[in-house]
């Protein structure tokens, strides 16, 4: 029944009445996608860590010691998610693995290429240059600000 | 077994990112995520609570954001034990030279090279 003809059907009481339009739009109302969204950012996140930690082995066979392996995997992890931003890829990927696309290095790389792209018409100072660092600033100034405290405590607790 | 516990550890960081997002007030936008996993991966990793984490899952704990925000704190922790005072500004810096370096010049190509899609 549509809500019209609850509303107005002549057999039904108030209460019964009241009942079919909660039922009608228990229904109607879209499923909250929590499930699905936490789901498929499992998913997707665990995959990139997934795709680092082959990544991580590979530079380690070569020779590389575990920094410089760790380094090297982030930066292929940035520039395979930079590309994939630039072909449109990527966002794609973010509409349905949410905070999977975004908490892995990958979303910082893709929150700079985006970005930068969305604003590309104002110019390559103010529009590229500036608006890369639009979400990856605020990032990179708070991510020091916290490790220089800390290198600061340790400083003191050391001395 | 070891890309086992990349997946499931580096998946379970993002629900903790999903569920920030979809249960929180609509003001919580990706970039705070972003924001507040350095953050917070810094702080665990200072604590010694981080470095656990990635020796059990590898990428699994690197990959996501709270390893970039360990990575700048063991920096700033090391530097600090070979430079002193001076190690607290370098450390981080050095430690996480190459990805934020990386992520500079290729978003920098890419965003040259590429024109927005879906105009």
Redo the contacts between chains.
């Keep these: 029944m549509a809500s019209e003809q609850i509303l107005n059907s002549p057999t039904l009481s108030k209460n019964d009445k009241k009942k079919a339009y909660f039922d009608l739009v228990n229904r109607n109302k879209p499923k909250p996608p929590?499930l699905r969204?936490?789901f498929w950012?499992?998913?997707?996140?665990?995959?990139?860590?997934?795709i680092?930690?082959?990544?991580?082995?590979l530079y380690s066979g070569q020779g590389l010691d575990e920094?410089s392996a760790?380094?090297?995997?982030?930066?292929t992890?940035?520039?395979a998610a930079?590309?994939l931003?630039?072909?449109?890829v990527y966002?794609n990927i973010g509409k349905f693995a949410?905070?999977?696309s975004?908490?892995?290095?990958?979303?910082?790389?893709n929150?700079?290429?985006a970005s930068?792209?969305?604003w590309?018409r104002e110019g390559?100072v103010f529009g590229?240059?500036a608006k890369?660092f639009a979400?990856?600033g605020?990032?990179?100034v708070?991510?020091?600000v916290?490790?220089?405290l800390?290198?600061?405590?340790?400083?003191i607790f050391?001395g | 077994m070891d890309f086992l516990k990349a997946f499931l550890v580096g998946g379970a960081i993002c629900v903790i990112g999903q569920l920030l997002m979809d249960l929180t007030s609509y003001k919580i936008t990706p970039a705070h995520i972003l924001v507040s996993f350095v953050s917070a991966g810094a702080v665990l990793s200072g604590l010694g609570l981080y470095k656990p984490l990635v020796d059990f899952a590898g990428a699994g704990a690197t990959v996501p954001l709270p390893g970039f925000g360990h990575a700048l704190a063991q920096g700033a922790i090391e530097g600090v034990e070979e430079k002193g005072l001076l190690g607290a500004f370098a450390g981080g810096v050095e430690a996480t030279a190459v990805g934020v370096a990386a992520a500079i010049i290729f978003g920098y190509l890419v965003a040259v090279i590429f024109n927005p899609k879906g105009e």
């Design positions: 929590l969204n936490i950012a499992f998913v997707i996140g665990g995959l990139i860590s997934v680092g930690q082959g990544l991580l082995i920094k760790g380094a090297a995997t982030s930066a992890l940035v520039f930079a590309l931003t630039g072909l449109g966002d949410g905070a999977g975004i908490v892995p290095i990958t979303g910082f790389a929150s700079m290429v930068a792209l969305e590309k390559m590229v240059g890369l979400i990856a605020p990032v990179l708070y991510g020091f916290t490790s220089w800390i290198g600061l405590i340790a400083f050391k």
